[in-house]
Nanobody, 118 residues
Framework: VQLQASGGGSVQTGGSLRLSCAASGGIFSGDVWGWYRQAPGTQRELVASVSSGGTTNYAADSIEDRFTISRDNRKNTMTLQMNNLKPEDTGVYYC????????????WGQGTQVTVSS
């Protein structure tokens, strides 16, 4: 299984971007997909996640107020709509798919750069 992330770019404060992640290969129900970001000099951190059943989780209220995560199980795709972007949202965004029970997997996409300038 491989994940391909796309949609990053450079915007000014208040702008919007839409990130996409597509999986090729064997994806099973019961997994959780997520978007993580890593700013320079920091650890990778969760931004938002969505289960195969559609349950969403956001890292903070400030993210939930501006971002929307969604997935299409038929197409094996996930998106992150990011609105009202702030400079602190800058970083490399990675998509992830993980399944905690058999068949287990923990797969990372290649990352896409998001830069928000003030």
């Amino acid at each position: 299984v491989q994940l391909q992330a796309s949609g990053g770019g450079s915007v000014q404060t208040g702008g919007s971007l839409r990130l996409s992640c597509a999986a090729s290969g064997g994806i099973f129900s019961g997994d959780v997909w997520g978007w993580y970001r890593q700013a320079p000099g920091t650890q990778r951190e969760l931004v938002a996640s969505v289960s195969s059943g559609g349950t969403t989780n956001y890292a903070a209220d400030s993210i939930e107020d501006r971002f929307t995560i969604s997935r299409d199980n038929r197409k094996n795709t996930m998106t992150l709509q990011m609105n009202n972007l702030k400079p602190e949202d800058t970083g490399v965004y990675y998509c992830n798919a993980r399944r905690a029970f058999a068949p287990r997997y923990n797969i990372w996409g290649q990352g896409t750069q998001v830069t928000v300038s003030s």
